[in-house]
């Protein structure tokens, strides 16, 4: 009877620690892309921060240059600039250059 209880618990922590680790790979490169499109489609754009900001060493070697294009959309940018996150501006610069 205790495991019922215990499951859900358990399902909880393996579900924040994935989405606290925010970790982009090659596969999931298709499925990060359709994401950027939505967080375009939708304006809100907090999950694609914290995403790019946990994943900023490896943004240029993981995601095809689609993607990364993506991030260079005018709506994005200028969000950004208007919210002046410029951390995440300037690490986009980056990844954008060393991959061009």
Known sequence: MFS?????????????????RAKLT?????KFRKFIIICLYENKFGELIRILDKNKESVASVLK????ELLFD???????????NW??????????????
């Open 4 to 20: 019922v209880f215990l499951l859900p618990i358990v399902g909880a922590i393996i579900a924040v620690y994935f989405w606290y």
């Open 26 to 30: 090659t596969k999931k490169d298709e």
């Open 65 to 68: 240059p689609e993607a990364l």
């Open 74 to 84: 005018r709506k994005f940018v200028r969000d950004m600039v208007s919210a002046q």
């Open 87 to 100: 951390k995440i501006m300037v690490t986009s610069f980056i990844f954008h250059r060393a991959c061009f």
